[in-house]
């Protein structure tokens, strides 16, 4: 037949067949390098679970990002049908612990209606808890505190628990209250919350996840105890237990992340069985080869067996290039060459070029701007962080709650003289009379708080404003509430005006994204919101209706880029992202700048062994991304805008490739791409896609870039190619050696 577990079966190896059909009531860990089939089995064993008979609603399967939870519904969408798939419990572990707060967080006395304070609303209450403690302190020392805290939360440990661990001092205690008090006031909860607070309620009120039959986790080295304690409480009633991890991709130590929870789920549950599968079906051999070198200098690691499936495929190629815009420009030279060479076989979305740091990518912006190549950046915040939109987004969330911190950010934005000495006023009758700043604004309105005339007319006309998108957004008679909401503010606000008045040139693309961001409400007004969590016997879940303000708050909250609305064909669009942002992906062709000593491995870990190997696993985590070609690149100097380097002696600092890659050099290919047809041909083969076979194909074989034999050759290619005016390029640049 060709029933879905049928088709399973065909597509999975020995040992991935054994590990999806493992008993029901089991506990398991699959253990296993990158490209090996972690996640693959993952999905086959959700669907071996639906083909037993489990519900869908009764399965939760926790990844580690937004985009790979959107991955995975996709594909057992595809296997099962999208009515089945909608109902399984799929998420990062906040999505999920979100869902279940909505639904059941009254249990432990939350507020409905409760918001998620993005990381700028955390470090405005942090910088005011600060300022009452210590009025000196400034803005890194609100960001330092706020990391202690998230680290102490990503613990779980209270402030009452504090007390006993020696290095916090009282002041930190202090701090962590009054941080979690004005949370608390304003009804909103940070990302750690969220999860502490869903380990309360199921501490609590056990009944809520009863019906769980199987919990399943993907990436578990990189889970924290408290996701860890979530895990266990979901599957509190009947333990069926699926996580795959490898603890050599362990990359998030520095959020808390724990490797060990491995062993401690061991210690958890006896029972647990290991399966580890070896074969890599993802990367070329010469590709896998070439990441293990990398990973195997560390030398306290467990071993494991990984296996290429694949042939060897291209050398991976490591370069140097003259500074950062070199670098650069080279990338995405190479980016079009091999989208020239494939004549329709590779497309822009098969290209990725992971980073270390998001810094790193600016001067890789501005060249594929040049080149007209959309991209977007994952991990960054291209879209919601822009001015605009991130006003426009505040506006929203005072429509939702007045007492949001995003108040004080739009209340003179744009300028409506209500400027910093009335701000103050208004502060100090809220502090006074403890009465949110909101109500302080009324009162002013109401004539008792003393304001002009002027004044007084600006803020109710911004509170009739504000009062109205409300009403309007309530109104479910319109097909798009939120959408009209939006509008209306955007014309009461005469917001094209401001732009064009207050930022010159740049009006116009700004107006842009205000119009991409109405078109993105649009469409998620239509969309209908991920299905309610089940019903439980015996408890009495809130009826969650739907309300679309807070659906889409939570969406922009929890995923800063992820739905870039700009990407249209999303075919056309390559992707930037953090290395940390591009777990569990793949991509045909990959691209690592910036290998060199000071970013990868960091500055800041080079005298620690400890982050030294986590920098290494980083590394390892980046390369392994690759199928077919992998390129590596550094800067030989640093110039400019992109110099970050200590070494301020010099000018123009000279730049070390990374330690990671010195003494495994001779894996790579040693001179720049000789990107030819044939390279094509084999990229093709590692994919299983057909090779061109057009006319266009022909004529790239001829018109294509000459074998250069060494480095040198190619640069004077490079230059006379410039001569021919193929494109800028500075023959002075190409001054670099070889080594
Ligand atoms: P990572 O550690 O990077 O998250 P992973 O172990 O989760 O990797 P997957 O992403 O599940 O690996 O699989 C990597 C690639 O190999 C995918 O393209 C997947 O479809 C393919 N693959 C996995 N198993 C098989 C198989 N048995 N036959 C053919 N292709 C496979
Ligand atoms: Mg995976």
Redesign the pocket.
């Known amino acids: 037949s060709s029933s879905p577990t049928h088709r399973l079966r065909l597509?999975?190896?020995e040992l991935?067949l054994q590990a999806v059909t493992f008993p029901l009531k089991s506990q398991l860990q699959i253990l296993?390098?990158?490209?090996?089939?972690?996640?693959?089995?993952l999905i086959s064993r959700v669907i071996f679970l639906l083909s037993q008979g489990v519900h869908p609603s009764n399965i939760i399967l926790t990844t580690f990002t937004v985009k790979a939870a959107n991955e995975m519904r996709e594909r057992i969408a595809a296997m099962v049908g999208p009515s089945v798939a909608s109902r399984l419990v799929l998420g990062t572990f906040h999505s999920i612990a979100r869902k279940y707060l909505v639904k059941y967080g009254h249990l432990i006395g939350l507020p409905t209606g409760f918001q998620i304070a993005d990381e700028a609303d955390a470090l405005h209450f942090m910088q005011g808890v600060l300022k009452d403690v210590d009025p000196e302190s400034d803005k890194n020392d609100s960001r330092r505190a706020r990391n202690v805290i998230s680290n102490l939360k990503s613990r779980a440990i209270q402030p009452s628990s504090l007390k006993a661990l020696e290095y916090t001092s009282q002041d930190m205690i202090n701090v962590y209250r009054l941080y979690q008090d004005k949370l608390a006031e304003a009804n909103l909860l940070d990302f750690d919350d969220m999860l502490l607070k869903c380990m309360e309620l199921l501490r609590t009120s056990p009944l809520v996840v009863s019906n769980i039959q199987a919990v399943l986790v993907?990436?578990f080295q990189d889970t924290n105890i408290v996701q860890y304690e979530l895990m266990k409480l979901f599957a509190s009633k009947r333990c069926n237990i699926t996580i795959?991890g490898?603890p050599d991709?362990s990359i998030y130590a520095f959020r808390a992340a724990e490797s060990t929870n491995l062993m401690r789920m061991r210690h958890d549950f006896k029972d647990t069985s290991v399966v580890s599968?070896e074969?890599?079906?993802?990367s070329s051999g010469h590709i896998l080869n070439a990441a293990l070198a990398v990973i195997m200098q560390d030398t306290d690691r467990i071993q494991k067996t990984v296996l290429p499936?694949h042939d060897e495929g291209h050398m991976p190629v490591f370069f140097p290039a003259r500074n950062p815009y070199i670098e650069a420009r080279h990338i995405v030279r190479e980016v079009q060459r091999l989208i020239d060479l494939g004549c329709g076989m590779l497309k822009p979305h098969d290209f990725a070029i992971l980073v270390r740091s998001a810094r790193l990518t600016r001067p890789i912006e501005s060249e594929l701007t040049k080149v007209g190549i959309d991209y977007r950046i994952v991990g960054g915040f291209r879209f919601w962080e822009r001015e605009e939109i991130k006003l426009l987004v505040n506006y929203l969330a005072v429509v939702k709650s007045r007492r949001s911190p995003a108040l004080l950010d739009i209340i003179n934005n744009p300028r409506r003289g209500i400027g910093s000495v009335m701000q103050a006023a208004l502060l100090n009758h809220a502090n006074a009379y403890q009465v949110p700043i909101w109500e302080a604004i009324l009162r002013a309105i109401d004539g008792q708080v003393r304001v002009n005339a002027r004044v007084k007319a600006s803020l109710k006309e911004f509170v009739d404003a504000i009062t109205e998108a409300e009403r309007l957004v309530q109104d479910n008679t319109r097909e798009a509430p939120l959408a009209d909401a939006l509008d209306y503010l955007i014309t009461a606000l005469d917001y094209k005006e401001v732009l064009k008045k207050d930022r010159g040139d740049t009006w116009a693309a700004r107006w842009e994204n205000v119009t991409d961001l109405k078109e993105q409400v649009r469409y998620f007004s239509a969309t209908p919101p991920d299905p309610e969590l089940p019903d439980v016997e015996g408890v009495e879940g809130n009826k969650v209706v739907d309300d679309v303000l807070s659906r889409f708050l939570a969406t922009v909250n929890l995923s800063p880029s992820e739905s870039d609305p700009s990407a249209f064909d999303p075919s056309m669009v390559m992707t930037i992202s953090t290395i940390h942002g591009s777990?569990?992906?793949?991509w045909p062709v990959v691209f690592i700048p910036g290998v060199y000593e000071g970013s990868i491995p960091h500055s800041l870990s080079l005298v620690n062994e400890v982050d030294l190997a986590e920098e290494r696993r980083l590394l390892y985590?980046a390369m392994?991304?690759a199928k077919g070609m992998l390129y590596l690149s550094y800067p030989a100097m640093l110039t400019g805008s992109a110099m970050y380097s200590a070494n301020k002696a010099e000018s123009e600092p000279t730049c070390l490739e990374s330690s990671f890659v010195s003494t495994i050099k001779h894996k790579f290919q040693n001179s720049l791409p000789n990107i030819t047809y044939k390279s094509v041909v084999t990229l093709g083969e590692i994919l299983d896609r057909e090779p061109p076979s057009s006319p266009e194909f022909a004529n790239a074989k001829k018109a294509c870039f000459p074998n250069p034999a060494s480095l040198d050759e190619y640069w004077a290619a490079l230059a006379a190619e410039e001569a021919s005016g193929y494109g800028k390029y500075d023959a002075s640049d190409a001054q670099v050696s070889w080594h």
């Open positions: 597509s999975l190896n991935q296993a390098g990158p490209g090996t089939g972690k996640t693959k089995t993907d990436e795959v490898d991709q599968l074969e890599n079906y993802r499936n777990k569990g992906l793949e985590v392994t991304r």
